[in-house]
Protein backbone atom coordinates (compact mmCIF):
# COMPACT_ATOMS: atom_id res chain seq x y z
CA UNK A 1 0.00 0.00 0.00
CA UNK A 2 2.56 2.33 0.76
CA UNK A 3 4.65 1.59 -2.37
CA UNK A 4 1.36 2.44 -4.19
CA UNK A 5 1.00 5.68 -2.64
CA UNK A 6 4.70 6.81 -3.43
CA UNK A 7 4.48 5.74 -6.90
CA UNK A 8 1.59 8.29 -7.32
CA UNK A 9 3.30 11.25 -5.88
CA UNK A 10 6.39 10.31 -8.16
CA UNK A 11 4.21 10.46 -11.28
CA UNK A 12 2.53 14.07 -10.18
CA UNK A 13 5.77 15.79 -9.66
CA UNK A 14 6.82 14.56 -13.08
CA UNK A 15 3.59 15.80 -14.47
CA UNK A 16 3.79 19.32 -12.66
CA UNK A 17 7.72 19.20 -13.93
CA UNK A 18 6.86 18.61 -17.71
CA UNK A 19 4.15 21.18 -17.72
CA UNK A 20 6.71 23.88 -16.65
CA UNK A 21 8.93 22.49 -19.19
CA UNK A 22 6.94 22.95 -21.72
CA UNK A 23 5.70 26.91 -21.16
CA UNK A 24 9.20 27.98 -20.65
CA UNK A 25 9.72 26.12 -24.01
CA UNK A 26 6.87 28.40 -25.47
CA UNK A 27 7.35 31.41 -23.88
CA UNK A 28 11.10 30.96 -25.20
CA UNK A 29 9.95 30.15 -28.89
CA UNK A 30 7.47 33.18 -28.90
CA UNK A 31 10.22 35.57 -27.65
CA UNK A 32 10.37 39.19 -29.76
CA UNK A 33 13.11 38.98 -32.35
CA UNK A 34 14.21 42.45 -31.49
CA UNK A 35 15.54 41.66 -27.79
CA UNK A 36 18.40 39.99 -29.26
CA UNK A 37 21.73 40.92 -26.41
CA UNK A 38 24.14 41.06 -29.52
CA UNK A 39 24.34 44.99 -30.82
CA UNK A 40 23.20 45.55 -34.57
CA UNK A 41 25.01 47.41 -37.21
CA UNK A 42 22.26 50.13 -37.26
CA UNK A 43 22.52 50.83 -33.84
CA UNK A 44 23.28 54.64 -33.50
CA UNK A 45 25.98 55.31 -30.83
CA UNK A 46 25.68 57.89 -27.98
CA UNK A 47 26.40 61.44 -28.48
CA UNK A 48 29.87 62.64 -26.82
CA UNK A 49 29.46 66.59 -27.31
CA UNK A 50 27.21 69.29 -28.15
CA UNK A 51 28.53 71.57 -31.07
CA UNK A 52 28.12 74.69 -32.96
CA UNK A 53 29.07 74.39 -36.44
CA UNK A 54 30.56 77.39 -38.80
CA UNK A 55 31.06 77.47 -42.39
CA UNK A 56 34.66 79.71 -43.78
CA UNK A 57 34.41 83.00 -44.29
CA UNK A 58 35.75 84.74 -47.48
CA UNK A 59 37.23 88.23 -46.50
CA UNK A 60 39.60 90.85 -47.64
CA UNK A 61 42.10 91.03 -45.38
CA UNK A 62 45.92 92.73 -45.41
CA UNK A 63 48.69 90.72 -45.92
CA UNK A 64 51.42 91.15 -43.14
CA UNK A 65 55.28 91.24 -42.92
CA UNK A 66 55.90 89.94 -39.10
CA UNK A 67 58.98 91.37 -37.85
CA UNK A 68 60.87 91.78 -34.58
CA UNK A 69 62.10 95.04 -32.97
CA UNK A 70 63.43 97.67 -30.48
CA UNK A 71 61.78 100.46 -29.39
CA UNK A 72 64.11 103.48 -29.38
CA UNK A 73 63.63 107.33 -29.44
CA UNK A 74 62.90 108.71 -32.64
CA UNK A 75 65.35 111.89 -31.50
CA UNK A 76 67.30 111.67 -28.92
CA UNK A 77 68.66 115.32 -27.05
CA UNK A 78 71.79 115.52 -24.55
CA UNK A 79 71.77 118.11 -22.50
CA UNK A 80 75.25 119.49 -21.40
CA UNK A 81 76.55 122.93 -19.89
CA UNK A 82 78.42 125.10 -22.47
CA UNK A 83 80.35 126.72 -19.37
CA UNK A 84 82.55 124.30 -17.03
CA UNK A 85 84.28 124.62 -13.67
CA UNK A 86 80.91 125.66 -11.96
CA UNK A 87 78.86 123.82 -9.31
CA UNK A 88 75.58 122.79 -9.85
CA UNK A 89 73.63 124.34 -7.36
CA UNK A 90 69.98 123.01 -8.42
CA UNK A 91 67.98 120.06 -10.38
CA UNK A 92 64.79 120.69 -11.21
CA UNK A 93 63.45 117.62 -13.26
CA UNK A 94 63.85 114.01 -12.59
CA UNK A 95 63.94 111.22 -14.51
CA UNK A 96 60.15 110.85 -16.72
CA UNK A 97 59.41 114.25 -16.35
CA UNK A 98 57.69 116.22 -19.22
CA UNK A 99 58.89 119.34 -19.91
CA UNK A 100 58.56 122.06 -22.82
CA UNK A 101 60.81 124.37 -24.69
CA UNK A 102 62.87 127.03 -22.60
CA UNK A 103 61.60 124.89 -19.46
CA UNK A 104 64.58 124.89 -16.30
CA UNK A 105 66.42 121.44 -15.73
CA UNK A 106 69.13 122.72 -14.00
CA UNK A 107 71.13 126.09 -12.37
CA UNK A 108 74.97 126.20 -12.09
CA UNK A 109 76.38 128.12 -9.14
CA UNK A 110 76.72 132.13 -10.87
CA UNK A 111 78.57 133.75 -7.66
CA UNK A 112 81.99 133.45 -8.87
CA UNK A 113 80.60 135.24 -12.67
CA UNK A 114 78.34 137.34 -11.11
CA UNK A 115 81.82 138.90 -9.62
CA UNK A 116 83.94 138.49 -12.63
CA UNK A 117 80.45 140.54 -14.07
CA UNK A 118 81.23 143.26 -12.01
CA UNK A 119 84.47 143.54 -12.41
CA UNK A 120 84.21 143.85 -15.88
CA UNK A 121 81.98 146.48 -15.76
CA UNK A 122 84.15 148.32 -14.05
CA UNK A 123 87.01 147.79 -16.86
CA UNK A 124 84.19 148.87 -19.44
CA UNK A 125 83.50 152.20 -17.53
CA UNK A 126 87.62 153.12 -17.04
CA UNK A 127 87.89 151.94 -20.92
CA UNK A 128 84.73 154.35 -21.98
CA UNK A 129 86.69 157.36 -19.66
CA UNK A 130 89.92 156.66 -21.33
CA UNK A 131 88.30 156.67 -24.98
CA UNK A 132 86.15 160.05 -24.04
CA UNK A 133 89.64 161.81 -22.79
CA UNK A 134 91.31 160.98 -26.36
CA UNK A 135 88.66 162.20 -28.49
CA UNK A 136 88.92 165.25 -26.12
CA UNK A 137 92.76 165.67 -26.91
CA UNK A 138 92.23 164.77 -30.22
CA UNK A 139 89.48 167.24 -31.07
CA UNK A 140 91.60 169.98 -28.82
CA UNK A 141 95.07 169.01 -31.23
CA UNK A 142 92.81 169.73 -34.56
CA UNK A 143 91.53 173.21 -33.34
CA UNK A 144 95.40 173.87 -32.76
CA UNK A 145 97.29 172.18 -35.69
CA UNK A 146 96.78 174.62 -38.51
CA UNK A 147 97.99 177.55 -36.32
CA UNK A 148 101.71 175.32 -35.96
CA UNK A 149 100.97 175.04 -31.93
CA UNK A 150 101.34 171.64 -32.47
CA UNK A 151 103.85 169.47 -34.54
CA UNK A 152 101.86 166.74 -37.03
CA UNK A 153 103.14 163.94 -35.38
CA UNK A 154 101.86 164.94 -31.92
CA UNK A 155 98.59 165.46 -33.51
CA UNK A 156 99.01 162.01 -35.54
CA UNK A 157 99.94 160.72 -31.34
CA UNK A 158 96.69 162.41 -30.06
CA UNK A 159 94.89 160.19 -33.35
CA UNK A 160 96.31 156.76 -32.40
CA UNK A 161 95.33 157.44 -28.51
CA UNK A 162 92.20 158.07 -29.21
CA UNK A 163 91.85 154.72 -31.71
CA UNK A 164 93.26 152.60 -29.05
CA UNK A 165 91.12 153.73 -26.36
CA UNK A 166 88.03 153.05 -28.72
CA UNK A 167 89.32 149.79 -29.55
CA UNK A 168 89.79 148.76 -25.61
CA UNK A 169 86.58 149.62 -25.04
CA UNK A 170 84.84 147.30 -27.69
CA UNK A 171 87.23 144.83 -25.81
CA UNK A 172 85.94 145.34 -22.42
CA UNK A 173 82.78 145.32 -23.63
CA UNK A 174 82.86 142.26 -25.84
CA UNK A 175 84.31 140.93 -22.30
CA UNK A 176 81.48 141.90 -20.74
CA UNK A 177 79.00 140.36 -22.99
CA UNK A 178 81.24 136.93 -22.60
CA UNK A 179 80.30 136.80 -18.63
CA UNK A 180 76.73 137.78 -18.97
CA UNK A 181 76.52 134.92 -21.79
CA UNK A 182 78.20 132.62 -19.42
CA UNK A 183 75.44 133.77 -16.52
CA UNK A 184 72.91 132.68 -18.67
CA UNK A 185 74.42 129.90 -19.50
CA UNK A 186 74.43 128.98 -15.58
CA UNK A 187 70.15 128.15 -16.51
CA UNK A 188 70.50 124.87 -18.04
CA UNK A 189 66.88 124.84 -19.90
CA UNK A 190 65.29 122.11 -22.62
CA UNK A 191 65.97 122.92 -26.21
CA UNK A 192 62.55 121.12 -26.97
CA UNK A 193 59.75 119.54 -25.83
CA UNK A 194 60.30 116.16 -24.65
CA UNK A 195 60.52 113.66 -22.04
CA UNK A 196 63.67 113.18 -20.08
CA UNK A 197 65.09 109.54 -20.31
CA UNK A 198 68.30 110.04 -18.02
CA UNK A 199 69.62 112.09 -15.58
CA UNK A 200 73.85 111.66 -14.88
CA UNK A 201 74.20 115.23 -12.98
CA UNK A 202 74.91 114.92 -9.30
CA UNK A 203 73.93 118.09 -6.86
CA UNK A 204 77.25 119.71 -6.01
CA UNK A 205 79.40 118.00 -8.67
CA UNK A 206 81.49 120.70 -10.76
CA UNK A 207 80.98 119.87 -14.25
CA UNK A 208 82.78 120.30 -17.35
CA UNK A 209 81.84 122.17 -20.29
CA UNK A 210 79.85 119.64 -22.97
CA UNK A 211 79.48 116.81 -19.98
CA UNK A 212 75.65 115.23 -19.99
CA UNK A 213 73.94 115.97 -17.55
CA UNK A 214 70.49 114.77 -19.06
CA UNK A 215 68.93 112.58 -22.10
CA UNK A 216 65.32 113.57 -23.50
CA UNK A 217 63.30 111.75 -25.87
CA UNK A 218 62.60 114.70 -28.40
CA UNK A 219 58.65 115.66 -28.45
CA UNK A 220 58.16 112.07 -26.32
CA UNK A 221 58.07 110.33 -30.10
CA UNK A 222 58.77 106.47 -29.98
CA UNK A 223 59.55 104.30 -32.86
CA UNK A 224 59.89 100.56 -33.65
CA UNK A 225 63.05 100.06 -35.54
CA UNK A 226 62.93 96.04 -36.80
CA UNK A 227 65.10 94.73 -39.10
CA UNK A 228 64.04 92.81 -42.82
CA UNK A 229 65.47 91.16 -44.97
CA UNK A 230 65.70 92.07 -48.89
CA UNK A 231 62.61 90.25 -49.94
CA UNK A 232 60.42 91.66 -46.88
CA UNK A 233 61.95 95.34 -47.09
CA UNK A 234 60.97 95.46 -51.10
CA UNK A 235 56.90 95.08 -50.05
CA UNK A 236 57.42 97.73 -47.80
CA UNK A 237 56.78 101.79 -48.56
CA UNK A 238 56.39 104.87 -46.68
CA UNK A 239 52.81 105.47 -44.55
CA UNK A 240 52.19 101.39 -43.94
CA UNK A 241 49.78 100.68 -41.10
CA UNK A 242 51.65 98.81 -38.38
CA UNK A 243 50.57 97.09 -35.55
CA UNK A 244 53.05 96.52 -32.41
CA UNK A 245 52.43 93.85 -29.38
CA UNK A 246 53.70 95.56 -26.02
CA UNK A 247 55.28 93.17 -23.01
CA UNK A 248 51.72 93.50 -21.66
CA UNK A 249 49.80 92.49 -24.48
CA UNK A 250 48.53 95.78 -25.27
CA UNK A 251 48.52 96.68 -28.83
CA UNK A 252 50.48 99.85 -29.94
CA UNK A 253 49.49 101.55 -33.33
CA UNK A 254 51.74 103.40 -36.34
CA UNK A 255 52.73 104.00 -39.36
CA UNK A 256 56.53 103.34 -41.78
CA UNK A 257 58.46 106.83 -41.19
CA UNK A 258 61.19 105.28 -43.47
CA UNK A 259 62.54 102.37 -45.13
CA UNK A 260 66.21 102.35 -44.35
CA UNK A 261 68.17 102.78 -47.91
CA UNK A 262 71.03 100.28 -47.62
CA UNK A 263 71.38 96.69 -45.96
CA UNK A 264 73.68 95.71 -43.40
CA UNK A 265 77.04 94.14 -44.90
CA UNK A 266 77.76 91.87 -41.89
CA UNK A 267 73.50 90.82 -41.22
CA UNK A 268 72.51 91.33 -44.57
CA UNK A 269 69.35 93.09 -43.33
CA UNK A 270 67.92 96.57 -43.37
CA UNK A 271 65.92 98.63 -40.58
CA UNK A 272 62.68 100.07 -40.94
CA UNK A 273 61.75 103.16 -39.02
CA UNK A 274 57.80 102.83 -37.93
CA UNK A 275 56.04 106.12 -35.56
CA UNK A 276 53.93 104.97 -32.79
CA UNK A 277 51.38 106.99 -31.94
CA UNK A 278 51.64 109.23 -28.84
CA UNK A 279 50.62 108.29 -25.60
CA UNK A 280 51.47 104.56 -25.92
CA UNK A 281 52.80 102.81 -23.00
CA UNK A 282 56.19 101.84 -25.31
CA UNK A 283 59.29 101.97 -23.03
CA UNK A 284 62.34 102.80 -24.55
CA UNK A 285 65.01 99.60 -25.33
CA UNK A 286 61.77 97.07 -24.98
CA UNK A 287 62.23 94.23 -27.42
CA UNK A 288 58.90 93.84 -29.14
CA UNK A 289 57.12 91.83 -31.93
CA UNK A 290 54.46 93.50 -34.54
CA UNK A 291 53.46 92.83 -38.29
CA UNK A 292 53.46 95.34 -40.45
CA UNK A 293 50.50 95.33 -42.99
CA UNK A 294 50.83 95.44 -46.51
CA UNK A 295 47.70 94.92 -49.47
CA UNK A 296 44.79 93.68 -48.70
CA UNK A 297 43.98 90.20 -50.61
CA UNK A 298 41.27 87.53 -49.76
CA UNK A 299 41.42 85.20 -47.00
CA UNK A 300 39.39 82.39 -46.19
CA UNK A 301 39.07 82.61 -42.55
CA UNK A 302 37.42 80.66 -39.67
CA UNK A 303 37.12 81.37 -35.52
CA UNK A 304 40.30 80.68 -33.71
CA UNK A 305 38.56 78.28 -31.46
CA UNK A 306 37.60 75.90 -34.47
CA UNK A 307 41.12 75.47 -34.95
CA UNK A 308 43.02 72.44 -33.00
CA UNK A 309 46.54 72.34 -32.42
CA UNK A 310 47.56 68.40 -32.38
CA UNK A 311 51.78 67.23 -32.94
CA UNK A 312 52.39 70.03 -34.61
CA UNK A 313 50.18 70.11 -36.96
CA UNK A 314 46.51 72.37 -37.12
CA UNK A 315 43.81 70.35 -37.19
CA UNK A 316 39.55 71.27 -37.65
CA UNK A 317 36.62 69.07 -37.47
CA UNK A 318 34.19 68.40 -40.58
CA UNK A 319 30.20 67.40 -39.54
CA UNK A 320 29.72 64.83 -41.94
CA UNK A 321 26.58 62.46 -42.48
CA UNK A 322 24.56 61.21 -39.13
CA UNK A 323 26.59 63.37 -37.60
CA UNK A 324 30.19 62.10 -37.17
CA UNK A 325 32.87 64.20 -37.63
CA UNK A 326 36.39 63.74 -39.16
CA UNK A 327 39.29 65.64 -38.96
CA UNK A 328 41.29 67.53 -41.45
CA UNK A 329 44.91 69.42 -41.22
CA UNK A 330 44.57 72.47 -42.06
CA UNK A 331 47.72 75.35 -43.09
CA UNK A 332 47.48 78.54 -41.33
CA UNK A 333 47.67 81.83 -41.72
CA UNK A 334 47.05 85.47 -40.68
CA UNK A 335 45.09 86.24 -37.79
CA UNK A 336 42.79 89.34 -36.83
CA UNK A 337 40.51 89.77 -34.82
CA UNK A 338 39.86 86.29 -33.15
CA UNK A 339 39.83 84.34 -36.80
CA UNK A 340 42.14 82.80 -38.90
CA UNK A 341 43.11 81.97 -42.18
CA UNK A 342 42.66 78.66 -43.16
CA UNK A 343 43.67 76.73 -46.38
CA UNK A 344 42.69 73.27 -47.61
CA UNK A 345 39.12 73.45 -46.70
CA UNK A 346 36.08 73.41 -49.72
CA UNK A 347 33.78 76.68 -49.20
CA UNK A 348 30.57 75.07 -47.93
CA UNK A 349 32.15 73.05 -45.21
CA UNK A 350 30.89 72.43 -42.13
CA UNK A 351 33.06 72.48 -39.34
CA UNK A 352 33.01 72.25 -35.56
CA UNK A 353 33.03 76.16 -33.90
CA UNK A 354 35.22 74.84 -30.53
CA UNK A 355 36.17 71.67 -28.41
CA UNK A 356 37.69 70.09 -31.04
CA UNK A 357 40.49 68.48 -28.56
CA UNK A 358 37.51 66.89 -27.15
CA UNK A 359 36.79 65.47 -30.30
CA UNK A 360 38.43 62.12 -31.62
CA UNK A 361 37.91 60.47 -35.21
CA UNK A 362 34.08 59.20 -36.37
CA UNK A 363 32.84 61.15 -32.91
CA UNK A 364 29.34 61.11 -32.60
CA UNK A 365 27.81 64.77 -32.05
CA UNK A 366 24.89 66.88 -31.59
CA UNK A 367 24.82 69.98 -33.22
CA UNK A 368 23.23 73.29 -32.20
CA UNK A 369 22.68 76.34 -33.82
CA UNK A 370 25.93 78.39 -34.20
CA UNK A 371 25.40 82.62 -33.70
CA UNK A 372 26.97 83.30 -36.77
CA UNK A 373 24.50 80.69 -38.52
CA UNK A 374 21.93 82.59 -36.21
CA UNK A 375 23.05 86.09 -37.10
CA UNK A 376 23.11 84.92 -41.20
CA UNK A 377 20.18 84.11 -41.39
CA UNK A 378 18.48 87.03 -39.04
CA UNK A 379 20.21 88.91 -41.62
CA UNK A 380 18.66 87.42 -44.54
CA UNK A 381 15.67 87.25 -42.84
CA UNK A 382 15.90 91.33 -43.20
Known amino acids: MKTLLSNRKFRICAGVLAVVLAVGAIAWLERPKTASTAPTADAKAPSVLTVSVVAPKTENWPDVVQASGQLAAWQEIIVSPETGGLRIAELSVDVGAKVKRGDLLARLASESLQADQRKQQAAVAQARASLEQAVSNLRRAKMVEESGSLSAQKVEDYRISEATSRASLASAEAELDSIQLKLRQTRIVAVDDGVVSSKSAVLGNVVSAGAEMFRMVRQGRIEWRPELDARQVSSLRTGQSVRVTLPDGELARGRVRLVGPTLSTSTGRATVYVSLQANSLARLGTFV???????????????????????????????????????????????QDGRVEVEGLPPDARVVAEGGAFLSEGAQVTVVQSKETHGAAQEAAR
Not at 291 to 315: F, K, N, S
Open 289 to 335: NGVIELDPRAAQTLPQTAVTLRDGRAYVYLLGAGGKVSSRPVTTGRR
